[in-house]
């Protein structure tokens, strides 16, 4: 009898919850704007049923179905946004987002004004020519790709993905900038001024050069900054979540997780959180555990997906480069026959030692990967490398220091950085967009996309720019590089910032910066060329969070 009792009180709770959810779900559909939907169903009809996509697409019928529904959804949610922004604009969270997010639109599309259609080079032209086709590419991660062309849906001119990244990265730095001031908390003109310092960062030079290209990187970033603005500012401000925020919770997480590799340790970082928000009962255990589920199977799914584009472990295997280029061409490194036997399996060693003055990267070009092994030999070959660096660390280390130097745009030879960017030293940089002669110029100006050239000529736009990347048309860098290139600045800001932060016992602020450490440490340890975009969120987000750190204790002192 007791048990039956028991028995019908539990499907009784059961039944409750079930029906809880579902008065959600309903709410949630009443709340949708027929407004919103009917101006973003106008505006997918007048461009699908014109001819602009003719000018600019190339309809092989792959993915296009798809692709328009996912089209009309974004539309949806773009202008769903932008009416709640307007309709609520007198509301002072509301002013403070539209007067960041505006003011950062008008600075970006100024200067963006110059360097039209973008910074394009290398890989991120070769992404675009993909989604002209409406191919999803896997180099840059099919997400890429399919942002790519939603963007150019939008906006079907060469600089279309560019003007739709500006408006993404507004959005997200107006919320972002207002979350964390509000949750200080700043009054009157101190909350003008911290807003206005932490909004420095979004805008500075490095950050916006990649957003004006078609690298992840340049959009990614910004999520990021996003991603841990949500999760402070919901901690400290002991902000309940609701079912809209578990959604848009899960929504960033799968981005910052999935979009770029080393994104994956925040399905790390987020247990820790929710369990933070569920001892302040902040989060229900339900919405806890479905925020980590959701979140863990969209990301699996979307990096299978994405691994079964690529087909091989090439790419995986470029984290291993330099480390290993560098031991096996040292002559004092300790390594076993069978190790190297298991490493030739996948590797050509004849190109580590025929072209011992090579660097890792350009070895990688040269064909040092082999065609053709199989899943055990790659298995094989990763069990013998780990065996490798650990058993000559510090030749390994001091690989990946020199690699991280050179893209901490600290080293100076001659007056050159050897930092590479989507700009300086390479001729497949955004200089040579227009000269015919690489791959990836000929690659741009055979697309039939309106909009290629500089709105104000070749010549304002190179000036623009070297302007951007502090270097001369010389290639050698001015005064202003030390200061704007230079990612040792924020991370000795960030370290000296974490350290006072644990001293002050500072929780959540701690395990933020501690998160940006992470990400450096995996990023020190895989990058296969000194690129200042692998770090280009560490360089945004350590000045960030030590400008939160230095604000957050002078409201507390004052």
């Known amino acids: 009898m007791f048990f039956l009792v028991g028995f019908s009180e539990k499907l009784a709770k059961q039944e409750s919850v079930k029906s809880t959810m579902k008065e959600k779900v309903m709410d949630i559909i009443k709340k949708v704007d027929v407004r919103a939907v009917l101006i973003s169903m106008g505006i997918w009809i007048a461009l699908n049923t014109s001819d602009i996509y003719d000018t600019a697409f190339y309809d092989n019928g792959k993915n296009v179905m798809g692709i328009k529904v996912l089209h009309l959804i974004v539309l949806y949610s773009f202008v769903r946004v932008a009416t709640y922004y307007v309709l609520n604009r007198n509301e002072k969270h509301i002013r403070h987002i539209l007067l960041w997010g505006g003011i950062f639109g008008i600075v970006v599309s100024g200067i963006f004004?110059?360097?039209?259609?973008?910074?394009w080079s290398w890989d991120d032209v070769f992404i675009y020519t993909s989604a002209l086709n409406y191919d999803l590419n896997s180099w840059q991660h099919f997400l890429s790709s399919i942002f790519h062309i939603i963007s150019l849906q939008s906006i079907p001119l060469a600089g279309g993905v560019i003007c739709v990244q500006i408006l993404v990265a507004a959005i997200l730095v107006g919320e972002s900038?207002?979350?964390?001031?509000?949750s200080l908390p700043v009054q009157g003109k101190n909350r003008l001024i911290t807003e206005?310092?932490?909004?420095?960062?979004?805008?500075?030079?490095?950050?916006?050069?990649?957003l004006y290209s078609g690298f992840?990187?340049?959009?990614?970033?910004?999520?990021?900054?996003?991603?841990?603005?949500?999760v402070y500012s919901a901690v400290k401000k002991h902000k309940k979540i609701t079912f809209l925020n578990m959604v848009l919770l899960i929504f960033v997480t799968v981005i910052v997780a999935s979009w770029r590799t080393e994104g994956i340790y925040y399905l790390l970082f987020l247990p820790v959180v929710l369990l933070i928000m569920r001892r302040r009962k902040q989060i229900s255990v339900i919405y806890a555990i479905a925020v980590f589920v959701l979140s863990v199977v969209f990301v699996s799914k979307i990096t299978y997906y994405n691994n079964s584009l690529i087909g091989d472990n090439d790419y995986s295997i470029t984290a291993t480069i330099v480390p290993l280029v560098a031991t096996v061409s040292d002559e004092n490194a300790e390594i076993r026959e069978d190790e190297l036997h298991d490493i030739g399996t996948v590797i050509d060693l004849d190109v580590i030692y025929q072209h011992s003055g090579y660097k890792a990267e350009e070895m990688f070009y040269m064909g040092l990967v082999k065609s053709g092994y199989s899943k055990d030999e790659y298995n094989k070959f990763m069990k013998a490398y780990a065996k490798i660096i650990v058993r000559n660390p510090a030749i390994a280390i001091k690989s990946m220091g020199n690699m991280f130097l050179q893209a901490a745009g600290v080293k100076i030879e001659n007056g050159r950085t050897l930092q590479r960017t989507v700009i300086t030293n390479t001729a497949g940089g955004a200089l040579s967009l227009y000269d015919n002669t690489t791959a990836h110029s000929k690659a741009f100006l055979q697309m039939k996309i309106k909009g290629k050239y500089p709105l104000l000529g070749q010549e304002i736009r190179e000036k623009a720019i070297l302007c951007l990347s502090c270097t001369g048309k010389d290639g050698k860098v001015t005064p202003a590089y030390y200061?704007?290139?230079?990612?040792?600045?924020?991370?000795c800001l960030l370290f000296a910032c974490l350290l006072f932060s644990i001293w002050r016992r500072k929780g959540v602020?701690?395990?933020?910066m501690v998160s940006i450490f992470v990400r450096f440490v995996i990023l020190f340890a895989t990058s296969c060329a000194p690129y200042m975009m692998y770090y280009l969120s560490v360089y945004l987000l350590a000045y960030f969070w030590s400008i939160v750190s230095v604000v957050e204790h002078k409201v507390e002192t004052l």
């Open 509 to 512: 602020l701690c395990l933020v």
């Open 113 to 119: 004004f110059f360097v039209w259609p973008g910074t």
């Open 177 to 182: 900038v207002v979350r964390i001031a509000e």
């Open 196 to 210: 206005f310092l932490l909004f420095l960062p979004t805008v500075s030079l490095p950050v916006i050069t990649y």
């Open 483 to 491: 200061i704007c290139w230079n990612l040792m600045i924020p991370l």
């Open 216 to 230: 992840r990187m340049g959009i990614y970033c910004y999520f990021e900054l996003f991603y841990l603005a949500c």
